[in-house]
């Protein structure tokens, strides 16, 4: 799967993998890994399944993934 996704539809996609809506763990890869191009932030599984403090909204979710700067070596 090769997309790009704005950030509403990361928004919607975050929102449905939080909702449980993939069909097994092969969609829910491609899913994730959609996520993880589009936002460049290799850790949203991370935000969505063991976030370090509270629960995080979808748009919560993709704010903190948008804000990701790697660090420069």
Not at 3 to 27: F, K, T
Not at 58 to 68: G, P, S, T, W
Request: negative net charge.
């Amino acid at each position: 799967m090769s997309m790009h996704l704005n950030r509403a539809e990361a928004i919607s996609l975050v929102q449905r993998i939080m909702d449980g809506e993939y069909a097994d763990e092969r969609e829910l890869d491609r899913w994730l890994g959609a996520i993880d191009r589009s936002l460049v932030c290799g850790s949203v599984s991370d935000l969505i399944f063991w976030p370090e403090k509270a629960e995080l909204t979808a748009e919560q979710i993709v704010n903190q993934a948008l804000a990701y700067r790697p660090i420069a070596l």
